[in-house]
């Protein structure tokens, strides 16, 4: 009998192709019910890196050299890059180029933020985007579309938020710049106490990469996250420390100010100089960091649990296989 609230085991298991674009979302989706074959290369390029031990992985994730896929049985396709796509033509066969799909779609569109045409078409797919404000700004042209929001285990750490500091987390912030907000953290940092980790984040005087699964403690050590994010998906980090109950503060664009309410589970405003103030205001009163940060943590229970989350992804998958 299926406990009160769980999710329903599939009809059936399926084998889905797909990349190990992003380690932190292949370990939330590996919680989905189906077994999920990736494909590696020698030297670990983009899309094929070794899977590794920094993750947990479970038995439904294993990794095959590319060049063996041709000769693998899948039921579907979850392409998550255009280069994945790209590589479809090489590594796969023609029936199973055309079996059902999906294209999960990380980043809001680029060059343009509204008029950029999304390059998936296929007859049998389907675009997936992480969140509202990514499916309302690309043009999916005659593509059918779903949502389905981020889904992040809960970690184990509990606020603690000792370190009167701010936390950043963002890779690669030195070459990615303005989009990213380069000039708004290092502006903050300037102005209050401010940490950066993350890959390449030495180049800005950061601490380097944290393993994925130690992320959590590290942040719940700090009062608050900061994020200085103009333009791009919501982060799963930031999701990461509203569940280790730290308080959110950030500029207050694309999809995160639907998540924080301001003076109730953290503060988003598009002026630089009032997030500092607020920030000092959280590093004065560590009462009042915690009490944003547990009203955060209700709200990312509720809206990036994990049942949630598969419950989505097992529809996802459900869909694509009826439309064949």
Do not use: K
């Not at 509202?132 to 809960?154: C, I, L, Y």
């Amino acid at each position: 009998m299926t406990p009160p609230n769980a999710v329903p085991p599939p009809r059936r298991r399926l084998r889905i192709l797909t990349w190990h674009v992003h380690g932190n979302y292949l370990y939330a989706l590996s919680h989905v019910p189906h077994d999920f074959i990736v494909p590696g290369l020698p030297g670990g390029p983009p899309g094929y890196g070794a899977l590794g031990r920094r993750i947990p992985w479970t038995g439904n994730v294993a990794q095959v050299p590319a060049e063996d896929l041709r000769s693998l049985r899948f039921d579907c396709v979850l392409y998550q890059s255009r280069q994945n796509l790209d590589d479809a033509r090489l590594l796969l066969g023609e029936e199973q180029r055309a079996l059902p799909c999906a294209y999960l779609e990380h980043n809001p569109p680029e060059p343009h933020p509204t008029d950029t045409l999304h390059p998936f078409r296929h007859e049998r797919g389907l675009i997936v985007h992480v969140t509202p404000f990514n499916a309302a700004m690309w043009d999916s042209g005659p593509m059918p579309v779903r949502v389905v929001e981020h889904g992040v285990p809960p970690p184990a750490a509990a606020y603690d938020g000792s370190l009167e500091c701010g936390i950043v987390v963002i890779n690669h912030l030195a070459r990615r710049g303005r989009r990213i907000g380069r000039d708004i953290f290092e502006s903050v940092r300037a102005r209050t106490p401010l940490d950066l980790i993350g890959m390449g984040s030495e180049a800005l005087g950061g601490q380097g990469e944290v393993p994925n699964m130690e992320v959590g403690a590290c942040l719940a050590r700090y009062r608050y996250f900061f994020s200085p994010i103009r333009y791009a998906s919501l982060g799963l980090s930031l999701v990461e420390a509203m569940l280790c109950g730290v308080p959110v503060v950030g500029f207050a664009a694309t999809e995160l100010p639907t998540v924080i309410r301001s003076g109730e589970n953290g503060y988003v405003d598009t002026r630089p100089g009032r997030l500092v103030e607020v920030a000092r205001e959280l590093l004065a009163q560590p009462e009042l960091a915690r009490a944003w940060g547990a009203a955060g943590r209700e709200t990312a229970r509720r809206r990036f649990g994990m049942e949630r989350f598969v419950s989505d992804w097992m529809d996802v998958f459900d869909t694509i296989l009826e439309a064949a």
